[in-house]
């Protein structure tokens, strides 16, 4: 039988692109805009289980926590192309140029942050993130427009057609990005994952297909 990603797989690895990114965003927040961080950033990152993991991780040597709750969000980008690809695919070419772009944001997302410092070798990435965002968002244009669009639901091609508010939005809401823009991106793979059409909804499955020869 052919190996096909299961829709519930898919679904769980959004959700959990989704918390990740939430988990490292009030952290991230904090350290970023320190005291002019949002109220709640504020308060969460004060919190016992923050405090542990802050103390864990300078134990270990770990002192830069904007690196390291700044990359970490990467994890959650690979998990969105991982999630969003069979929902993608059924676009075509432009669906998969999508989703090639949120692996190319994962890899600058590491970049970015491992360059914030002065004297960084490759200082000039960082902040890429965000010109990659932009980028994706305006893909998101051309693939709700493209010609594989045409065999989606309205719904899915206005989504997708949507992504810079969404991220917008997101960035907004969150005070954050890419961390905010992944939770919101997250919530978005979801629903393509639950009832986005596939291009395996089209195929016969390995049962039809001995059905069709033994009714030949």
Request: charge should be neutral.
């Amino acid at each position: 039988m052919r190996a096909r990603p299961s829709r519930v797989g898919c679904a769980v690895l959004a959700a959990i692109a989704s918390l990740w990114a939430l988990f490292l965003l009030p952290q991230q927040a904090v350290v970023w805009s320190g005291s002019a961080a949002p109220d709640w950033a504020i308060a969460i990152a004060r919190t016992p289980f923050y405090t542990s993991i802050r103390t864990a991780l300078a134990e270990a040597g770990l002192l830069d926590l904007y690196l390291m709750f700044g990359a970490a969000v990467a994890v959650s980008y690979v998990l969105l192309w991982l999630a969003m690809g069979p929902a993608l695919a059924r676009v075509g070419w432009s669906g998969r140029v999508y989703g090639a772009l949120l692996l190319v944001l994962a890899v600058v997302i590491v970049l970015s942050y491992l360059n914030h410092g002065r004297g960084a070798p490759l200082r000039f990435l960082w902040g890429w993130e965000g010109p990659v965002l932009i980028l994706l968002g305006i893909w998101g244009i051309v693939a709700a427009f493209a010609p594989g669009a045409r065999r989606l639901p309205l719904w899915e091609a206005l989504t997708l057609g949507l992504t810079l508010p969404i991220i917008a939005l997101a960035t907004l809401v969150s005070t954050y990005y890419p961390h905010g823009p992944a939770i919101a991106l997250g919530l978005v793979a979801i629903a393509f994952a639950v009832w986005a059409p596939r291009l395996d909804d089209e195929q016969p499955t390995e049962e039809q297909d001995e059905a069709a020869v033994a009714a030949a």
